[in-house]
């Protein structure tokens, strides 16, 4: 089993940065792929990026791609989703999430952390 908890998030302008975390619990988190989601006011969860187990491999949304990078360190239990030039619809709670397989659909992650608001004012 992994626990995850999110961090990072926090209350932006429009052109900032922000580093969300996602520290893993337990033994396993090397051997699964992790995925960033969000989901904002009203709307369904939405992908945003995924990374391989080791990290040879992402994938990003069409709307991230290009200012958000995701990345990991095994040897520290954590993932990352550093957020550049963000914008008023990047507004959302980001959920990470552990999977066994490799695509961009919530319902094939198994584990879920609690969520971190990011807000980005105009």
């Known amino acids: 089993q992994v626990q995850l908890v999110e961090s990072g998030g926090g209350l932006v302008q429009a052109g900032d940065s922000l580093r969300l975390s996602c520290a893993a619990s337990?033994?396993?988190?090397?051997?699964?792929?992790m995925g960033w989601f969000r989901r904002a006011p009203g709307k369904e969860r939405d992908f945003v990026a995924l990374?391989?187990?080791?990290?040879?491999?992402?994938y990003y949304a069409t709307s991230v791609k290009g200012r958000f990078t995701i990345s990991r360190d095994n040897a520290k239990n954590t993932l990352y989703l550093q957020m550049n030039d963000l914008k008023p619809e990047d507004t959302a709670s980001y959920y990470c999430?552990?999977?066994?397989?490799?695509?961009?659909?919530?319902?094939?992650?198994?584990?879920w952390g609690q969520g971190t608001q990011v807000t980005v004012s105009s």
């Open positions: 337990g033994r396993t988190f090397a051997t699964y792929n």
């Open positions: 990374i391989s187990w080791s990290g040879d491999s992402t």
């Open positions: 999430a552990a999977s066994r397989g490799m695509v961009p659909e919530p319902r094939d992650y198994d584990y």
